[in-house]
């Protein structure tokens, strides 16, 4: 019996902290922090870019990953 295939991420990509989207949920899930602590912590926005702040807050509603600060 073979193992299932792993799905595929397609997740947008977060340029400043070099990670996907999905990458940064299963983070998230791991060590739940409100918003703009995540956004230090995971994505490396507190000396990136930011463009994909709007978007990166959107998916983690979409998956019930946000919390709030």
């Known amino acids: 019996m073979s193992a299932a295939p792993e799905e595929a991420d397609d997740s947008p990509y977060c340029c400043c902290s070099a990670a996907t989207f999905m990458e940064i949920l299963e ?3 791991a ?3 409100p918003f703009m602590e995540l956004l230090m912590v995971h994505a490396g926005c507190g000396g990136g ?3 994909c702040i709007d978007d ?5 509603r979409q998956h019930d990953a946000y919390i709030e600060d």
């Open 49 to 51: 870019c930011g463009s």
């Open 56 to 60: 990166l807050e959107a998916y983690l």
């Open 31 to 33: 060590e739940p922090l």
């Open 27 to 29: 983070r998230q899930r």
